[in-house]
Nanobody, 123 residues
Framework: QVHLVESGGGLAQAGGSLRLSCAAS????????MGWFRQAPGKEHEFVAA????????YYADSVKGRFTVTRDSAKNTVYLQMNAMKPEDTAIYYC????????????????WGQGTQVTVAS
């Protein structure tokens, strides 16, 4: 059974930084994509970033490109989302999820999800 646990959320000031972690367990993830999504109140899940476990290729939403960086530590089965130059519109619950499909920007491609971590950016 896949288990994903996010951590690192909290309150940041506009222009500040946070780093989220997602610890994955339960099976081998070498052929998967690990994605980060966020959901603001009253909105759908929004793709933020993704990384492939195999070669570390990264993908970003235009809204976070140049500000957020996704990395992985294969030895620890952990994926990170470094968020810099944060904006109030980054406020949301952030989720990590695993996908085997290449349609990585679609939430429907992801089978397993963490419980989410709240990120709040104050202006």
């Amino acid at each position: 059974q896949v288990h994903l646990v996010e951590s690192g959320g909290g309150l940041a000031q506009a222009g500040g930084s946070l780093r989220l972690s997602c610890a994955a367990s339960g099976r081998t993830f070498s052929n998967d994509y690990m994605g980060w999504f966020r959901q603001a109140p009253g909105k759908e899940h929004e793709f933020v970033a993704a990384i492939t476990w195999s070669d570390g290729s990264t993908y970003y939403a235009d809204s976070v490109k140049g500000r957020f960086t996704v990395t992985r530590d294969s030895a620890k089965n952990t994926v990170y989302l470094q968020m810099n130059a944060m904006k109030p519109e980054d406020t949301a619950i952030y989720y990590c999820a695993t996908a085997a499909s290449e349609s990585i920007r679609a939430a429907q491609s992801y089978a397993d999800w963490g419980q989410g971590t709240q990120v709040t950016v104050a202006s």
